[in-house]
């Protein structure tokens, strides 16, 4: 069953510690994304990376870091200098680069107080 | 800068309407795909059109890509209240930028 898993589906931290939100992919697919969608709006590109041990900061990359050791796997870390890191976080991914059809996994909801 | 830009925001349809969201952008785009979420779910995606002036239909809806390539939009008929979700389109420019218009909430009452 091939797919894209993101864990967990809620998290709850305090202020001031990092956090790191999980993404996995066995579609075989090179490229992988992490956008921001805060109630009642669109998708804002954090990071996103064409290919392994190389990822490009999208239009949101403030107080997050990602890595991409493996080709399966996109890690986020939203830091403690994320100014409002509440948010849902959506984990995609595509066969072609940027602008290509994206899979997205069931998302991330992330609660900091 | 660049945005993509979708209206209305909200449209509240009764059960057996048409309903059409527009995506308009600030530069020429390379593609346009859209996306569905449902509530509380993930977008998943629609389809894609390249070409200037392309036309595509997935049963009740009809997909559209602008002659200048700036615009596009996706017309729903005798909408059904599994259409409810908040519709987005999606663009990649000529710079390999892409962005997620702010999406269009449709609710659908029976």
């Known amino acids: 069953d091939g797919g894209i898993t993101q864990s967990p589906k809620y998290l709850f931290r305090k202020e001031g510690q990092n956090v790191t939100l999980s993404c996995e992919q066995n579609?075989?697919?090179?490229?992988m994304y992490w956008y921001r969608q805060d109630p009642g709006q669109g998708l804002r590109l954090i990071y996103y990376?064409?290919?392994?041990?190389?990822?490009q900061k999208g239009d949101i990359a403030e107080g997050y870091s990602v890595s991409r050791e493996k080709k399966e796997s996109f890690p986020l870390t939203v830091t403690s200098a994320q100014k409002n890191p509440t948010a849902f976080y959506l984990c995609?991914?595509?066969?072609?680069?940027?602008?290509?059809?994206?899979?997205f996994g069931p998302g991330t909801r992330l609660t900091v107080t | 800068g660049q945005q993509v830009m979708q209206i209305p925001q909200y449209q509240h349809v009764q059960e057996g309407e048409d309903f059409t969201t527009y995506c308009n952008s600030s530069?020429?785009?390379?593609?346009i795909q859209w996306y569905k979420q449902r509530p509380g779910g993930h977008p998943v995606f629609l389809i894609q059109?390249?070409?200037?002036?392309e036309v595509k239909k997935q049963k009740r809806l009809t997909f559209q890509f602008g002659e200048a390539k700036k615009n596009s939009s996706l017309h729903i008929t005798a909408t059904q209240t599994t259409d409810v979700g908040t519709y987005f389109c999606a663009g990649r420019d000529n710079f390999n930028k892409f962005y997620f218009g702010s999406g269009t909430k449709l609710n659908v009452k029976p």
């Open positions: 579609l075989n697919h090179d490229a």
């Open positions: 990376s064409q290919i392994v041990n190389d990822f």
């Open positions: 530069t020429t785009l390379s593609n």
């Open positions: 995609a991914s595509s066969q072609q680069g940027l602008g290509g059809e994206q899979y």
């Open positions: 059109l390249v070409k200037s002036g």
